[in-house]
């Protein structure tokens, strides 16, 4: 029944309106794209290495299954891909625009703070070892820390890997899609259609299978794709939840703000039909009122006509 209003919000005739309201989100993005570019360029804290822990250090350097490029692609543009779809069909500039902020914004968020505690922490990669020392040929000084004398990049890169950003910004992009679906299609509407979870769970699989490439690449630990994943997800769930209901919640399928908005549009048509009816049940008193007056007034007229009547019939009679 709360469908029925889709179709008359477009993104030609509230796209300004919506994206104007929402401007200082748009400013935070923008923000938060500086930052990331700043933690980025920062170097990580150099943490001690030892030549005793070079032992689980010593995996080969091996290129990306995943390349980083890569990413973007199927954690941001394809979201974005299936939103535009999903509001061609029902004409929603609220549920696009809403979706494209949330996903922005899960992406971002989850991309500063790993970038943040990477730099913090500065966790060697598994295969520091050839980072450090590309000819084989380890070196320490007197105090039994590395002396790396690879390309600064790469050493760089190899201070890394807690936690892994591929898998935290699949989880972040891929698990907000996977809550658009899930809100979109029922799928926890109690009446059991399993192909549905198949759906939901899909984004999250490929998800995974990110993370686990990057502990065959040997580019991370397991507790950096753990802990990756666990972020991602989490800011996932949090900014879709700022802009759409639980999926399992029966309004599920849509955002917060086109309730918001029926609300708004029913409270402003019910004013006008309060005030109609009260004018209409005034009408009707008056009416009413005026009728009375008339009956009383005939009855009156009739009243006096008859006495008149009489009065002359008694004078012709001799009576008066």
Wanted: aromatic share 12%; charged share 20%; glycine share 8%.
């Amino acid at each position: 029944m709360r469908e029925v209003q889709l179709g008359s919000h477009t993104l030609r005739s509230h796209g300004y309106t919506v994206a104007r309201t929402h401007m200082h989100d748009w400013l935070i993005l923008f923000l938060l794209v500086v930052i990331d570019i700043i933690l980025y360029v920062i170097h990580p804290f150099y943490r001690f290495v030892g030549k005793d822990m070079m032992t689980d250090l010593k995996y080969p350097l091996k290129s990306n299954t995943v390349p980083a490029w890569a990413v973007p692609i199927y954690a941001v543009l394809l979201p974005m891909l299936i939103f535009i779809v999903v509001y061609i069909r029902r004409r929603d500039i609220y549920d696009l625009h809403h979706s494209i902020l949330g996903l922005l914004f899960s992406v971002l968020v989850t991309a500063v703070i790993t970038d943040a505690i990477k730099n913090a922490v500065g966790r060697p990669r598994p295969d520091f070892f050839w980072r450090c020392f590309p000819d084989g040929k380890d070196v320490y000084d007197t105090l039994g820390d590395v002396i790396c004398h690879g390309d600064k990049s790469v050493i760089k890169e190899g201070h890394k890997s807690f936690p892994s950003g591929h898998t935290s910004g699949s989880f972040a992009g891929l698990g907000f899609l996977s809550l658009y679906l899930s809100g979109k299609i029922k799928a926890f509407d109690s009446k059991g259609h399993v192909a549905k979870l198949c759906i939901v769970f899909l984004p999250l699989l490929f998800a995974l299978l990110v993370g686990i490439s990057r502990v065959d690449d040997y580019w991370h630990h397991w507790q950096d794709v753990f802990a990756g994943g666990l972020l991602g997800l989490v800011m996932a769930t949090f900014c879709y939840l700022q802009f759409f209901p639980p999926p399992y919640h029966s309004e599920g399928w849509g955002p917060y703000a086109y309730f918001r908005m029926l609300e708004e549009s029913r409270g402003m048509t019910q004013v006008p039909n309060a005030q109609t009816g009260d004018q209409t049940q005034l009408l009707e008193a008056l009416v009413a009122n005026q009728d009375d007056r008339q009956s009383y007034h005939g009855c009156m007229s009739l009243g006096l006509v008859r006495d008149h009547g009489s009065t002359l019939d008694e004078l012709e009679s001799g009576r008066r």
